[in-house]
């Protein structure tokens, strides 16, 4: 009896081909192990941007794209809780529980979604990079994966402030205080710029950056950058001021890298351009042009995050910002969303004759792909044309679809997908000027000492040369210029403002200046995080 | 040693008696009221020498010894014994038993007498099927199986149903019952055609499902398809059936005047959407199937095909099946093989459920074409149609329907070789190897003029053509030993013990390609070399998958025991290994026990047949429904434009190496009641699912930036109670009368939950994202709709204004604090059913038959999605149409949700009312004829505005702007959403045809 049931199951697996009691399972369709290391050969010459990338770091590099660019994430926290811009309840649509509404009006709280998304997608980035740290890389490459580390580290520290700092691919780390995250990234940089200090004569022959001027992979400049953004809000952070060793390091970029300001004669071809359009500009110039689709290179970027329509996908500017119709304008692949508008407040602080009020918004009446006038059928006005009013008329329930102007810094291009090919600057010389400027400023307590710096900017936008400056006017022409950017919260923060009342937003307290640690990671981590105070 | 005891005994017989003991052969009709019985069994008791009766009832039986008994019996009626005493005639009328206690019911594995079984085990045969259209085999049984819950929201043809046994069994794994067809598992359903179906079995508790192990945690479906019967001449059946099929409830929208007067947008036309997108379907089917057999051999043979229309335009399927079983009998009867084959082709016209939605929401001022548009609009970019260009979420359901296609071809292959040895009285053997084959390609294409995911709008990138193809193949080995004896009159003694290798193939991929020359009126998915998006980098989408080595395997035993014929002991042990966890987690051990008794064999009451209490405890399994959750894996990270080569980065999710089986353990106690007219059925169970998979919310930092991991994350406790009653009220010669009813309820609340309070299933956009309706929380029941409750108070604006719950004066009612401690949140509902009713009758009088089938679910609630989002007057969105319930209200002029839209939607349905005459015609070649006629979904008592009150038992999320929907993870912790994408209701009719040669 035993015999035959045996000799059964014998016949019945060889009759399978498998051993009779083989549960092993090999995923077909999935990589179970790292290639990475197994001599990946890098193909040099690139040309279109982003081609330098070390193989080993793709992925690392990768992991920027991720919440710079596109709806939900870092960008649209930096945006929506500042005075740049609101996503108002335009009836039905974009109510999404008050999220958005409880974001600009800073009542927001630790369930808040995109926080989540932010927390999480910013652990991701660090372990990408851990993950790459623990394989063989050249010390330039490590360099570079410890410096894309401390990028993740400064958006924590300037957002939740008291975070783990996790340095491996697995295992935990205790909460840090926002002293000891601000210490680890600046002994990061320190680190990978092979100096102890930032001083006015450092040497920085130590360091395995390289300097050439890439801005698609990380060098001494974009390491100082960083740097010198950390120092100039070093105050906020920890309550002592480094304004000093910002100017220091602003300075060294200035002098010593490769970078010019984008200004006359820096074009590039319009490709939002419409054929039957004559208003249309062939060309884009200067500032427009620093962050135009074709802006691969530009020599104002010092750190950019490339992206691209097909191969390097994140940016989702073209979605998020227009009205449906905005579509048949530039013959887009998708529909927009209709979600970001710019405050009314915001937008009339411009000269008209700055150049960068142009090159940032849409505004007005629109016309579609031939020139004629862009219409609306499921309009409540019955002309039926799309006109972007700088007015909105309400934040919620009813703010009207086509009120406010809209984000456009970014601009679009004709058949333009849903991914946008527009390289995002994390540091640009414009930017380092503006932080010299203030960080001169802030040390000797002289707003003027600024005025240089600044007047570089405002040349640059065509307008006449500052002759007085105080910190409100500063912060001013630092919003004119860094519009767009993920800059204008941590500004309004450092200058005070950020609590302060305006438009629908009430006036907020200091503690909301520092998110709330996410609820669902609180629940999540067995009690190793603990909630920032005043949630 | 048997024979020789045999021997001696009719050798003494012999000399005692001269009348003796000889063996005989004896012959005789069995019939029942009305005529002969063909394929009845008939048995010398205590061997296994027995045959079945041939067409006209009759049979001849060799070898019969003197003094033994034979047993008559017949499914449906109850079993005589007849002494032989030296007769060679035996003529005996079976009478009908509604109780049949002495039934054999199929198990796992085997079968068993319907009274030995101590399991909650519910078997339906064909005569108490539903009749009427069924495209789906378990539609047979809906409302016939206390417990069981086959819902198909809508009741699209090219959706199978959702079918729970017992509410929820599992959280990460398979919700759906395993099915056994002809005893091989996990076969599809779709590849039985209903009318090939002889009888339907529930396995529902864990004691009965153990045996199955893994995949008996959902309950188990056992299939026994139709089968020719010994020494029968050759049969011809066809049954035909005829249906046409209009759309029933609908909810209530606006009228082109009801529309202007509220501040709609006129665009100069009067049309009725839902009108133009639905359609009064017809639908037939015909079934022939052949049968006949030999002593040695029989065999059946079906051909089924059926063209089905649904109610929404250009959708339907056509499906043909062919079906074979042969059995013959070899070695002197002492194999037995059987070959089972099954296939099947299935043409779909999935169509668009998409119109239907676009169909309540589109402005019923706007024309269908768009030359009729009241301003100057370019109609041949859209096929002629008209579009509201510029707003979200918003086509034209009539063009979506007519320019477009959406298709599908399967074609599935069963086969199944069974042998079953017998090596002696008491021994068997049985090995069975059996395949399923199934391969599809679903095709899509949007040509060049179609706003919807056409991409009309685009001035140069227009058209899509989307190509699916999968290949399912489900192999599995089984072999089984059988022990059968009775040691003596009070001790009965049966064992199994098998092996059971079971592994599972898939791989496929899916291309989608596009830009097609415009203008032309060509169908570019069969001339994709056509396409623009070859020539341009990244427009094309294509993956693929595969998975190999998916596995289950088991070892598996079973004793049954009965002492005194009244004391019934079922055990079972089953242990059990799956690929799908992590190495030192594969392996899991399944065991039942179960024991019963038939109290009136002691009790001895006036007119009981059965008095039956039994109780059963079992443990089963369920895996997740992912292969390789337990691994690690890796992305590839290319290099921008192709530069830079690649890099290995992050996987896309958080493996977990000790994820483990999930398990459930249920206690069951049943009690069996049968009278002559009346029995009974009642089930009391308790069940735990431990260790659940799910997918919970990590610390994002500790875990490389993953926010969730597949884990055994909480504990789910369902307790209920199923009672089923069964009453002749008149039966006699001319007439009779039966009526059943079936109750179910249960209660299922999650005792433990890993994975942290939470809430789930977001309403979407627009405008509703981040707003989910459903609580997820510890210690409390599941599906929980959770939200404000709006005070009957509008303010100035149009908000409706919600109510201080906590009456701690602040109102605090944004979605972001739904799980804060002074959120003004509450419970508007559940999604779950209290109970659930069916309620059959059968009249039958002459040759005159009437069925009628009332269903019903109480005490659940519905989220009203179209209510929620298109029920408010919002002026900026003037383009939608809006929902007019009897609820609606033209002061709440802003979308949020809350109680408001969160609807009773308890119901009672006439389910089910069919006609039937037998016909007498008095003809050679036609030996019976009956014509019937059946409508469906008849007539529904209910409050709820929606088109379908029926529970919805699971959850896809959100879709919107021609997204397309994911399916393949229902969120089952999610029950009472009543989504925009559901199907219309229909009412159907039919005429049954059903003719035997």
């Known amino acids: 009896m035993k015999r035959i049931i045996r000799s059964t199951y014998i016949v019945g697996a060889l009759l399978l081909g498998v051993s009779c009691t083989d549960l092993d399972e090999t995923l077909e369709d999935e990589f179970t192990t790292e290639f990475s290391d197994n001599g990946v050969q890098v193909i040099e010459g690139a040309t279109e941007g ?84 623990e394989g063989s890389l050249t010390a330039a490459e490590e360099a570079q994966a410890r410096t894309i580390r401390a990028l993740f580290y400064w958006r924590l520290l300037d957002t939740f402030g008291r975070v783990k700092i996790i340095t491996s691919s697995t295992g935990d780390a205790p909460q840090a205080t926002r002293q000891e995250v601000y210490d680890f990234v600046e002994s990061e940089l320190l680190d990978v710029l092979g100096i102890t200090a930032v001083t006015a004569s450092m040497d920085l022959s130590g360091s395995a950056l390289g300097t050439d001027a890439d801005p698609y992979v990380i060098n001494q400049y974009a390491a100082l950058g960083l740097l010198a953004k950390l120092y100039l809000n070093a105050e906020v952070y920890t309550g002592t001021a480094m304004y000093n060793e910002a100017d220091w390091a602003a300075s060294y970029i200035i002098d010593n890298g490769p970078y010019q300001i984008c200004g006359e004669g820096c074009t590039v071809t319009n490709l939002a351009k419409r054929p039957a359009v004559d208003s249309d500009p062939e060309n884009l110039e200067g500032y427009s042009a620093v962050f135009a689709p074709n802006n691969q290179y530009n020599p104002e970027l010092i750190w950019a995050i490339f992206y691209d329509e097909t191969s390097a996908t994140g940016m989702n500017f073209s979605q998020m910002n227009f009205h449906y119709s905005t579509q048949l304008t530039y013959a887009l692949d998708q529909q927009p969303w209709n979600g970001y508008q710019v405050l009314e407040e915001f937008y009339n602080s411009y000269d008209d004759a700055d150049a960068r009020k142009q090159a940032s918004f849409l505004a007005g009446a629109q016309t579609d792909f031939d020139g004629a006038a862009l219409l609306d059928y499921a309009s409540d006005d019955p002309t039926l044309v799309v006109e972007y009013t700088p007015e909105i008329s309400e934040l919620e329930p009813n703010s009207p679809r086509q009120s406010g102007v809209r984000a456009a810094k970014f601009s679009l291009q004709l058949f333009g997908r849903q991914e946008m090919n527009n390289d995002y600057p994390l540091f640009r010389l414009g930017q380092v000027y503006l932080i010299r400027g203030e960080a001169r400023a802030r040390a000797a307590g002289d707003w003027s000492l600024a005025l240089p710096d600044v007047n570089i900017t405002r040349e640059r936008a065509g307008l006449p040369a500052a002759t007085t400056m105080d910190a409100d006017t500063f912060l001013e022409e630092r919003g004119h210029e860094m519009f767009q950017e993920s800059a204008r919260r941590t500004d309004l923060i450092r200058f005070g403002k950020y609590g302060e009342a305006w438009w629908e937003k009430g006036a907020s307290d200091a503690s909301k200046t520092i998110f709330p640690i996410p609820q669902d990671q609180i629940n999540a981590s067995n009690g190793t995080l603990t909630q920032n105070p005043g949630y | 040693m048997k024979i020789t005891l045999l021997k001696s005994l009719f050798l003494l017989g012999a000399f005692i008696c001269f009348s003796g003991l000889q063996a005989q052969t004896v012959s005789g009709t069995v019939s029942d009221a009305s005529g002969p019985l063909p394929g009845a069994s008939v048995l010398v008791k205590g061997t296994t020498n027995g045959t079945q009766t041939d067409f006209d009832g009759n049979y001849t039986l060799n070898n019969v010894a003197d003094g033994a008994t034979l047993v008559f019996s017949y499914i449906g009626y109850s079993t005589k014994e007849i002494a032989v005493n030296g007769q060679s005639s035996i003529n005996v009328t079976l009478s009908e038993d509604a109780q049949a206690l002495d039934e054999v019911v199929i198990v796992g594995y085997g079968t068993q007498v319907r009274k030995e079984i101590t399991t909650a085990v519910t078997s339906v045969s064909t005569e108490d099927f539903n009749q009427g259209v069924i495209n789906e085999p378990t539609q047979l049984l809906q409302g016939k199986v206390a417990g069981l819950n086959i819902v198909n929201k809508g009741g699209n043809p090219n959706d199978a149903p959702v079918i729970r046994l017992r509410g929820i069994s599992t959280v990460g794994g398979n919700a759906e019952p395993l099915v056994v067809i002809d005893g091989v598992l996990g076969q599809s359903l779709q590849n039985v055609d209903p009318s090939d179906i002889e009888n339907i079995t529930v396995l529902k508790d864990g004691s009965a499902a153990a045996i199955y192990g893994t995949r008996g945690s959902a309950g188990v479906i056992l299939v026994t398809t139709k089968s020719g019967g010994a020494n029968q001449p050759f049969k011809i059946n066809y049954n035909g059936q005829f249906s046409t099929q209009f759309a029933a409830n609908q909810i209530e929208l606006m009228d082109r005047e009801e529309f202007l007067a509220a501040g709609g947008t006129d665009l100069g036309s009067d049309t009725d959407w839902r009108d133009e997108v639905t359609r009064n379907a017809v639908t037939q089917v015909h079934n022939i199937a052949a049968t006949g057999g030999s002593e040695d051999a029989n065999y059946r043979v079906s051909l089924n095909f059926r063209d089905t229309e649904g109610i929404l335009k250009n959708s339907g399927f056509q499906q043909f099946n062919a079906r074979t079983k042969l059995t013959g009998k070899i070695l002197n009867d002492k194999l037995r093989v059987t070959f089972n084959s099954a296939l099947t082709n299935r043409e779909s016209d999935f169509g668009f459920n998409e119109a239907l939605r676009y169909a309540v929401v589109y402005n019923p001022t706007a024309p269908v074409f768009g030359a009729d548009a009241p301003f100057a609009f370019n109609s041949p970019q859209f096929g002629g149609y008209f579009e509201t260009l510029g707003l979200f979420d918003s086509f034209n359901p009539v063009s979506i329907l007519e320019q477009n296609k959406n298709t599908g071809v399967t074609n599935t292959l069963n086969y199944t070789l069974d042998f079953k040895y017998t090596i002696s009285d008491a021994l068997t053997a049985t090995l069975t190897a059996g395949e399923q084959k199934a391969k599809g390609t679903n095709r899509q294409y949007y040509p060049t003029t179609s706003f919807f995911r056409g991409n009309a709008v685009s001035p140069f990138r227009k058209g899509r053509a989307d190509f699916t193809t999968f290949e399912n193949n489900n192999r599995s080995l089984e072999f089984y030993v059988d022990f059968n004896k009775q040691f003596s009159e009070k001790f009965k003694l049966g064992v199994t013990g098998g092996y059971s290798f079971q592994e599972f193939d898939s791989n496929g991929y899916y291309l989608q390609i596009g830009d097609f020359p415009p203008g032309v009126d060509f169908d570019f998915s069969n001339a994709i070399e056509v396409s623009q998006d070859l020539l341009e980098a990244g427009r094309i989408q294509a993956n693929s998958y595969r998975n190999d080595d998916d596995r289950i395997i088991a070892f598996f035993a079973r004793a049954n025991a009965t002492f005194d014929d009244a004391i019934y002991l079922n055990a079972s042990l089953r242990r059990e290994g799956s690929s799908r966890f992590g190495a030192d987690e594969q392996w899991g051990l399944f065991p039942s026990i179960a024991v019963g008794a038939d109290l009136n064999k002691y009790l001895e009451l006036d007119n009981v047949n059965l008095l039956k209490a039994r109780v059963g405890y079992g443990v089963t399994g369920a895996t997740p429904r992912n292969v390789g959750l337990s691994q690690t894996t890796f992305s590839v990270a290319n290099g921008p434009n192709g530069f830079g080569s690649a890099a290995t980065g992050l996987g896309t999710r958080a493996p977990n190496p000790g994820l483990k089986w999930e398990e459930k353990r249920e206690l069951n106690f049943g009690i069996e009641f049968a009278m002559d007219r009346m029995s009974a059925t009642l089930d009391l169970y308790n069940r735990d699912v431990v260790d659940f998979i799910t997918e919970v919310n990590i610390d994002a930092a500790a875990n490389q930036g993953f926010s969730t991991q597949f884990q055994n994350g909480g504990e789910l406790n369902t307790k209920g109670i199923e009672l089923s009653l069964n009453y002749d009220v008149i039966k006699n010669d001319d007439m009779s009368y039966n009526s059943g009813l079936i109750f179910s309820t249960y209660k299922s609340t999650l005792e433990e939950n890993t994975g942290g309070t939470r809430t789930i299933a977001n309403l979407g956009a627009p405008g509703q994202n981040d707003t989910n309706v459903i609580l997820v929380k510890e210690g409390e029941e599941v599906g929980q709709i959770w939200g404000p409750r709006f005070s009957g108070e509008v303010d100035a604006n149009g908000s409706p204004i919600l109510v201080d719950l906590n009456g701690d004066g602040e109102l605090v009612t944004a979605q972001g604090d739904a799980l804060a401690e002074n959120a003004d949140f509450e419970v508007l509902g559940k999604g779950l059913p209290d109970f659930t009713l069916g309620w059959t009758n059968q009249f039958q009088m002459g040759n005159w038959d009437v069925n009628m089938f009332w269903r019903g679910a109480f005490g659940h609630s519905l989220v009203n999605a179209f209510r929620a989002f298109y029920e408010p007057r919002i002026g900026s969105q003037s383009s939608y149409n809006f929902v007019n319930t009897d609820l609606a209200r033209d002061d709440i002029r802003t979308a949020q949700f809350s109680s408001y839209y969160v609807e009773k939607a308890s119901f009672f349905r006439l389910d089910n009312l069919s006609i039937g005459y037998n016909l007498d015609l008095g003809l050679d070649y036609i030996k019976g004829a009956r014509i019937s006629i059946a409508g469906q979904n008849l007539w529904t008592i209910t409050n709820y505005t929606g088109t379908d009150p029926e529970a919805s038992l699971q959850d896809f999320g959100p879709v919107d702007n021609g997204a397309v929907l994911d399916t393949s993870t229902p969120q089952v912790l999610a029950p009472g959403v009543d989504r925009r994408y559901n199907y219309f209701t229909s009412t159907t009719f039919t005429l049954g045809l059903n003719i035997n040669f």
Do not use: C
């Open chain 1, 50 to 133: 982003g081609g330098q990338v070390p193989a080993a770091l793709q992925a690392a590099y990768g992991r920027l794209r991720g919440g710079s660019a596109n709806h939900g994430g870092y960008y649209s926290v930096q945006t929506v809780s500042s005075d740049e811009m609101a996503i108002g309840q335009k009836g039905g649509d974009w109510f999404d529980g008050g999220i958005w509404l409880r974001m600009h009006r800073h009542t927001y709280g630790s369930a808040n979604g995109p926080l989540n998304n932010m927390w999480t997608e910013t652990y991701a980035g660090i372990s990408e990079a851990n993950l790459a740290l």
